[in-house]
């Protein structure tokens, strides 16, 4: 009689692990939003809001490790609930990495002089940045939905990510050679671009704890 009521209370546990997940998910999209919104007006007071913000991610971060803890000590689950709780546990700490990224986005901001040099990447700047922002809230999707076809097709994106960071790298120190006054605007766009190839590179993590939680498989899509 009593085994209804311990398993709902367990599922109600992990629908909360869940939630708790998802709302760090979205906090993260959303900080790392804000940067990118400061960044294209260079707003330097939006961005030491988004710097001032990054704590509140680290304590949802630190809660979720905590429940995590207790329902492996309390319910000690195994199979596929094991898989997501190990899954939650990993992907909030990259979540938690994305958002000292945005972070660093933002103390990158106010590093900035004058952009004016650096305007024939910008777009193209922006353009992945987007791209790796897609990635991430298209990545949280599926972690909750247990997509894994989804999972994989984010991943590939990844590539691009990568392609673009490198060439706007290069096109970035070509200005700063020409133009030797560019130098500390230059190493923090560089710094940037760093950024969003480390975020797109965690929502394809994030990828991969889809497909460990649904199909049991250890997968790297970095490769």
């Known amino acids: 009689m009593m085994e209804r009521p311990v398993r709902k209370f367990y599922d109600d546990q992990l629908k909360t692990l869940e939630g708790m997940h998802a709302k760090l998910g979205f906090g993260t999209a959303a900080m790392l939003e804000r940067a990118y919104q400061a960044l294209k007006t260079n707003n330097h007071v939006e961005a030491q ?7 509140e991610i680290n304590h949802l971060e630190k809660e979720i490790e ?15 609930d094991l898989r997501m709780i190990l899954s939650v546990f990993a992907s909030s700490s990259d979540l938690e990495r994305v ?4 972070t660093s986005i933002a103390k990158g901001i106010l590093q900035i002089d004058n952009l004016a040099p650096f305007d ?3 777009d193209d700047l ?10 991430l809230g298209q990545a949280i999707d599926a972690f909750s939905q247990h997509n894994v076809e989804r999972a994989k097709e984010i991943a590939d994106i990844d590539d691009e990510v990568d392609s673009a960071f490198r060439e706007l790298v290069d096109q970035a120190l070509v200005i700063m050679e020409k133009q030797p006054e560019t130098v500390k605007t230059g190493s923090a766009i560089i710094a940037i671009l760093h950024d969003i190839e480390r975020i797109a590179d965690y929502a394809t993590n994030l990828c991969e704890r889809v497909i460990y939680t649904e199909d049991a498989n250890i997968v790297n899509l970095n490769d």
Do not use: C, W
Request: net charge neutral.
């Open 66 to 80: 905590r429940y995590v803890m207790r329902i492996i000590a309390r319910q000690q689950p195994i199979g596929t």
């Open 126 to 135: 922006f353009a992945v940045g987007e791209l790796a922002k897609n990635m």
């Open 49 to 55: 809001s988004v710097i001032d913000s990054d704590i």
């Open 120 to 122: 024939p990447i910008m």
């Open 99 to 102: 958002a000292d990224h945005a």
